[in-house]
Structure formats: C-alpha cells, structure tokens
C-alpha cells in the first residue's frame, strides 16, 4: 500500500494555488509597507511606493480572478457537509488529543471545507471588494471608511489564518506539501488523514 499514489490535485489546482498564494505574498508584504510607517522599507523592494501601490493593486486583482476560479475546483465539495464533518468538528479533528480519533473523511476534511468557505471565499471577496471600492470608488468618505475597515479586518484574519494553514500543511502533517507540489499522495497517507475518500479510490 505504501508504494501506491493516489492523484489528490489536478495540474490546474496546483497551478491556481500557487498563483493565489504569490499574489497574496505581494499583497501581503506591500499591505505591511502601507499599513505601518516603520515598516514603510519593505516597499523599496518593490521599486518605492509609488511602484509598489500599482503592483499591490494588478497584484489583487490576479488575486481576486484566482480566487474566484478556485470555486470551480473546491466550492461544490466544500458547502456539502456530512455527519462525519460534523463529528470531526466536533472532535477538532483529534489535532488536541492523542486518543481521539476523528471520522473517515473525504478528498477535504471538514477543517479544509470550513477553512475554504470562511478565510479564503468570504474574507477572500472581502478584501477583494474593499480594495477594488478603495481603488475606484474613492470620493465618498463614508465608503473609504467602510472599505478601509473592511480590507484591514480581512488583512488580520489572513495575518493569523495563513500561517497556520502553511504549519498545518507542512510540519504538523507530514506529506500534505506534495498534495500542492507533485499533486499525489501515498495510499498510507490517504488512508489516515481522508480515510473516507481512500475507499472510495480503492484503497482496502
């Protein structure tokens, strides 16, 4: 079973990820070029800020169209919840117990689904829309306000969301990374952490 691969992501998948990914690190690291003062250097990087507020706005919109071609891959799976989600919810996914063992999942567990529909797909389209308001629509008070509270709140969430999303991919779960890297996973590997979809690829 070891020496077995299982086809977990699409080339496409894969692609769009890292597209995703890349864009959110510019956008991230020129937001904190514009968000704080002391950290205003950061922007030298990217050739001063002048340069480097046209790049973190063409950089959002990849964003934004990346994001949205993400629904074609993930939304579908992600809004169908089932009573093994539930009972893995409820569980945490075993990740705070040693004893507890969480339900067969799918091809994303409930953590993945959740992760997918509320940090990626609503703050996702959050900051996406306050920035396009930000960048269009920027002669009303009221609506710079709501746009900047709006795009700031978002900022946060990915600020704490995305590095434990690249912890839990990586040395929390060791051979997650090859899911978003060469797109297979061994039949050991998909037996342990998607056991539901295993079976449903053949795996006894």
Same mark, same amino acid.
């Given at each position: 079973?070891?020496?077995?691969?299982?086809?977990?992501?699409?080339?496409?998948?894969?692609?769009?990820?890292?597209?995703?990914?890349?864009?959110?690190?510019?956008?991230?690291?020129?937001?904190?070029?514009?968000?704080?003062?002391?950290?205003?250097?950061?922007?030298?990087?990217? *050739?001063?800020?002048?340069?480097?507020?046209?790049?973190?706005?063409?950089?959002?919109?990849?964003?934004?169209?990346?994001?949205?071609?993400?629904?074609?891959?993930?939304?579908?799976?992600?809004?169908?919840?089932?009573?093994? +989600?539930?009972?893995?919810?409820?569980?945490?996914?075993?990740y705070f117990s040693r004893t507890e063992e969480p339900p067969p999942? *799918?091809?994303?567990?409930?953590?993945?689904?959740?992760?997918?529909?509320?940090?990626?797909?609503?703050?996702?389209?959050?900051?996406?829309?306050?920035?396009?308001?930000?960048?269009?629509?920027?002669?009303?008070?009221?609506?710079?306000?709501?746009?900047?509270?709006?795009?700031?709140?978002?900022?946060?969430?990915?600020?704490?969301?995305?590095?434990?999303?690249?912890?839990?991919?990586?040395?929390?779960?060791?051979?997650?990374?090859?899911?978003?890297?060469? *797109?297979?996973?061994?039949?050991?590997?998909?037996?342990?952490?998607?056991?539901?979809?295993?079976? +449903?690829? *053949?795996? +006894?």
């Amino acid at each position: 079973m070891e020496k077995r691969l299982l086809q977990k992501t699409t080339a496409w998948e894969r692609c769009n990820h890292w597209i995703l990914a890349l864009s959110f690190i510019v956008l991230f690291l020129t937001g904190l070029g514009f968000l704080y003062q002391s950290l205003n250097w950061i922007n030298t990087v990217f *050739g001063g800020n002048h340069l480097a507020k046209e790049i973190h706005r063409w950089g959002g919109l990849v964003f934004a169209i990346s994001l949205i071609l993400t629904m074609g891959n993930y939304f579908a799976e992600a809004v169908s919840f089932t009573e093994e +989600d539930k009972k893995w919810l409820s569980s945490l996914g075993g990740y705070f117990s040693r004893t507890e063992e969480p339900p067969p999942q *799918g091809r994303l567990n409930a953590g993945q689904k959740l992760f997918y529909l509320v940090v990626v797909l609503i703050f996702g389209l959050a900051i996406s829309l306050s920035g396009f308001m930000l960048w269009f629509f920027n002669t009303s008070r009221g609506l710079i306000l709501f746009a900047h509270f709006l795009h700031n709140l978002s900022y946060i969430v990915f600020a704490f969301a995305v590095p434990l999303h690249i912890y839990l991919s990586t040395a929390a779960n060791p051979g997650t990374l090859r899911v978003m890297t060469r *797109g297979t996973v061994s039949a050991a590997w998909a037996k342990k952490h998607h056991g539901k979809w295993a079976r +449903d690829m *053949g795996v +006894d």
